[in-house]
């Protein structure tokens, strides 16, 4: 019913009842419609959101990714470096090659990462597929460094033991003086007669400073017929060596000596024509010519 404000008439509009229903059906689809429409609308607003997550976490993860392959590149290179350094260590301590038969790659997929320079804009099976390659490459990388490690460890070794007889190798004269009788056949000085002399006999003046010529223990201190005041050190390696006519000793039996250490000074005891030492050199008991240990020799 309409009542008009200007009029008396009264006008009257009668709706179906079907039309009623219609109307009320057509509003309720038309807000189903729009619920259903604003429902996408968040729906692709927050799938969206999530893609963008993922593709900045996948641009951090390549990016990460890319500075381990370069991480991985450079402990390549330092190791190619040490292998080389290790195969000259070898050669120098006369231990053989650095080369071994499967020294190549161990493992057939690890190639070097190539074809991506930069994998932030990598898909996930790229990037996945390089972790695979990384992975690897780092096993072969541990293989290697454990078989450089057993290397050096050898060379080690070994210069360890050649440092210690170097050490204990007699390598400087005793004393600085004269060469008044060399090793092997000579004039005895009291028999007159040709006999072999058993070391070097080195004349200087009384008093002077003995040093020893090598690392190593002394052995023995104390008098001796015809070598008066005598001392003998062990040097290891079956080296000793043995030292005459001194006044008097720096050092007692049982004392570890260094190469250079004074042990004794020269004297005129035992049987002696005048102040020099008596220098002997034994390898496994065997009396040997000293000047072949002499590095810096003066006497020639």
Known sequence: MFVPQDSKRVFKITIPFYAAIASLAGLC????????????????????????????????????????????????????????LTTKLKIISNLGSAERGVDSELYSDADIIEGIDDFSMSTD???????????????????????QEEDLTKIGEYLSEQSALLAATPSIVPVKGWVTSSFGSRLDPFTRRIERHEGLDIST???????????????????????????????????????????????????KVKRGMPISAVGNTGKSTGPHLHYEVKVNGIQVDPRKFILDNPWE
């Open 125 to 147: 099976a790229e990037i996945d597929d390089e972790f695979r390659k990384m992975q690897t490459k780092l096993k072969d990388i541990e293989y290697r460094m454990a078989y």
């Open 29 to 84: 689809v038309i807000l189903i419609f729009v619920c259903y429409v604003l429902f996408n609308y968040f729906y692709v607003m927050t799938e969206f959101s999530s893609i963008d997550d993922i593709q900045a976490r996948n641009k951090k993860l390549g990016k990460q990714l890319f500075s381990y392959k370069t991480r991985i590149d450079d402990v390549e290179n330092s190791l190619e470096r040490l292998k080389t």
């Open 205 to 255: 003046r009384p008093g002077t400073p003995v040093v020893a010529p090598a690392d190593g223990v002394v052995t023995f201190a104390g008098s001796k017929p015809g070598y008066g005041l005598m001392l003998t050190i062990d040097h290891g390696y079956g080296i000793t060596t043995v030292y005459g006519h001194n006044s008097r000793f720096f050092v007692a039996q049982g004392t």
